[in-house]
C-alpha cells in the first residue's frame, strides 16, 4: 500500500472525503521540455546520390526584386550546391551595355549560401546587371547568366512575403569550368520544431514555413 496515501487519508476529518487526485496533463507543461521531447519526432533522411546530381549556381535578391532606388542598398544570395570546390565567390556589377566588355562597375565579395550588400548609385546609367563568379583552382571560374537591377527615382512596393531561400536549388550557370570529384550528399528533414536552428554539412540550412529542410552538397572525396 503506498505509504503517502495512507498519510494523506490520516489526516481527513471523520466523515471528510479525500481530495480528487490531480491528472498529470493538468500540471502546466514547461515549453523547453515540450519541445525536447518533440525533438525525437524530426523526420532526418540522409541520400548519397555520387555524381549524378548536376551542379547548381545561382545568385538572387532576398526578397526577388529588380528596382531600388539611389543609396537603397542591393542584397544578394549567392546560392551553390558544390561550395567545397570554391575557393572565391563574388558579385560583378556591370552597366547593361557593357556586360560584354567585361569592365565590371563594381566587385562585391559573398560566402557561398551567404548574402552582401552593394548601394545602388545615384549616378550613372540607370540599368545595370549583376552575375555570380566562383573561383577554383587552378583560376578556373563558374559563373552565371546576366540579371538586371534598374535604378528609380519613385518609391518602390516592396513584396512582403519573402521567399525562404530564393534562388536555392536551381541552376543560372552560363559557362562552368571547375572540375568536380567525388558525390553529393542531400540531407532531408521535417517536423523541426519552431524556433530551432538547422545545421548540416557545416552551414545553416533555412527551414520552410511547414518546418522541414532540404540541403544537398557536392562534397570531395575523404
Given at each position: 500500500m503506498?505509504?503517502?496515501?495512507?498519510a494523506?487519508?490520516a489526516?481527513?476529518?471523520?466523515?471528510?472525503a479525500?481530495?480528487?487526485l490531480?491528472?498529470?496533463?493538468?500540471?502546466?507543461?514547461?515549453p523547453?521540455?515540450?519541445?525536447?521531447?518533440?525533438?525525437p519526432?524530426?523526420?532526418?533522411?540522409?541520400k548519397?546520390?555520387g555524381?549524378?546530381?548536376e551542379p547548381?549556381?545561382?545568385?538572387?535578391?532576398?526578397?526577388?526584386?529588380?528596382?531600388?532606388?539611389?543609396?537603397?542598398p542591393?542584397?544578394?544570395?549567392?546560392?551553390?550546391?558544390?561550395?567545397?570546390?570554391?575557393d572565391?565567390?563574388?558579385i560583378?556589377?556591370?552597366e547593361?551595355?557593357?556586360?560584354d566588355?567585361?569592365?565590371?562597375?563594381?566587385v562585391?565579395?559573398?560566402?557561398?549560401?551567404?548574402?552582401?550588400?552593394?548601394p545602388?548609385?545615384?549616378?550613372?546609367?540607370?540599368d545595370?546587371?549583376?552575375?555570380l563568379?566562383?573561383?577554383g583552382?587552378?583560376?578556373?571560374?563558374?559563373?552565371?547568366v546576366p540579371?538586371?537591377?534598374?535604378?528609380?527615382e519613385r518609391?518602390?512596393?516592396?513584396?512582403?512575403d519573402?521567399?525562404?531561400?530564393?534562388?536555392?536549388?536551381?541552376d543560372?550557370t552560363?559557362?562552368?569550368n571547375?572540375?568536380?570529384?567525388?558525390?553529393?550528399v542531400?540531407?532531408?528533414?521535417r517536423?523541426?520544431?519552431?524556433?530551432?536552428?538547422?545545421?548540416?554539412?557545416?552551414?545553416?540550412v533555412?527551414?520552410?514555413?511547414?518546418?522541414?529542410?532540404?540541403?544537398?552538397?557536392?562534397?570531395?572525396?575523404?
Amino acid at each position: 500500500m503506498d505509504e503517502s496515501a495512507v498519510a494523506g487519508d490520516a489526516d481527513l476529518a471523520p466523515g471528510e472525503a479525500a481530495p480528487p487526485l490531480r491528472q498529470a496533463q493538468e500540471r502546466p507543461v514547461d515549453p523547453q521540455r515540450q519541445t525536447d521531447v518533440g525533438l525525437p519526432a524530426v523526420d532526418i533522411q540522409v541520400k548519397f546520390d555520387g555524381l549524378e546530381v548536376e551542379p547548381q549556381l545561382n545568385v538572387s535578391t532576398p526578397p526577388v526584386e529588380r528596382t531600388y532606388r539611389a543609396g537603397e542598398p542591393v542584397t544578394f544570395l549567392a546560392t551553390s550546391n558544390y561550395p567545397a570546390s570554391v575557393d572565391k565567390a563574388e558579385i560583378r556589377i556591370f552597366e547593361a551595355d557593357a556586360v560584354d566588355a567585361g569592365r565590371p562597375v563594381a566587385v562585391v565579395p559573398v560566402a557561398i549560401n551567404g548574402t552582401a550588400d552593394w548601394p545602388m548609385p545615384a549616378a550613372g546609367n540607370d540599368d545595370f546587371a549583376y552575375v555570380l563568379r566562383v573561383c577554383g583552382r587552378g583560376g578556373r571560374y563558374d559563373e552565371t547568366v546576366p540579371l538586371p537591377l534598374h535604378r528609380s527615382e519613385r518609391a518602390l512596393e516592396r513584396h512582403r512575403d519573402e521567399a525562404v531561400a530564393p534562388g536555392r536549388g536551381e541552376d543560372r550557370t552560363a559557362f562552368r569550368n571547375i572540375p568536380l570529384k567525388g558525390g553529393a550528399v542531400t540531407v532531408y528533414g521535417r517536423d523541426v520544431p519552431p524556433g530551432y536552428r538547422v545545421e548540416a554539412l557545416g552551414e545553416t540550412v533555412p527551414v520552410d514555413p511547414e518546418q522541414a529542410f532540404v540541403v544537398q552538397r557536392i562534397l570531395p572525396p575523404g
